[in-house]
């Protein structure tokens, strides 16, 4: 089965730091665009960054220059590093992989199970 699970969420003060990863499970070939989104409560799930295979990246602008998106390929596990961070980036942060190739075929469009992200004040 493949499955992308998330870890290193928790609960941080404002101006501090938390790391994520995303690791895709199961019998993976290779993943395309990864990316990370965040869905506070009673809002909708926003883009917050994403990485192709190849490395190119792109953020949402209100967390330009705080975090960075990274990827291991032949882990198939993707990263993002949140620095200063602010009580308005409290939100539950979800992988979402685009396009897998997978000993069973080709798997679109797949989401982790979400991960808590809260900055305190």
């Known amino acids: 089965q493949v499955q992308l699970v998330e870890s290193g969420g928790g609960l941080v003060q404002a101006g501090g730091s938390l790391r994520l990863s995303c690791a895709a499970s199961g019998s993976i070939f290779s993943v395309n665009r990864m990316g990370w989104y965040r869905q506070a409560p009673g809002k909708q799930r926003d883009l917050v960054a994403i990485i192709t295979s190849g490395g190119r990246t792109n953020y949402t602008d209100s967390v330009k220059g705080r975090f960075t998106i990274s990827r291991d390929n032949a882990k198939n596990t993707v990263y993002l590093q949140m620095n200063s961070l602010k009580p308005e980036d409290t939100a539950v942060y979800y992988c979402?992989?685009?396009?897998?190739?997978?000993?069973?075929?080709?798997?679109?469009?797949?989401w982790g199970q979400g991960t808590q992200v809260t900055v305190s004040s």
């Open positions: 979402n992989a685009d396009r897998a190739v997978t000993s069973i075929g080709v798997r679109y469009d797949f």
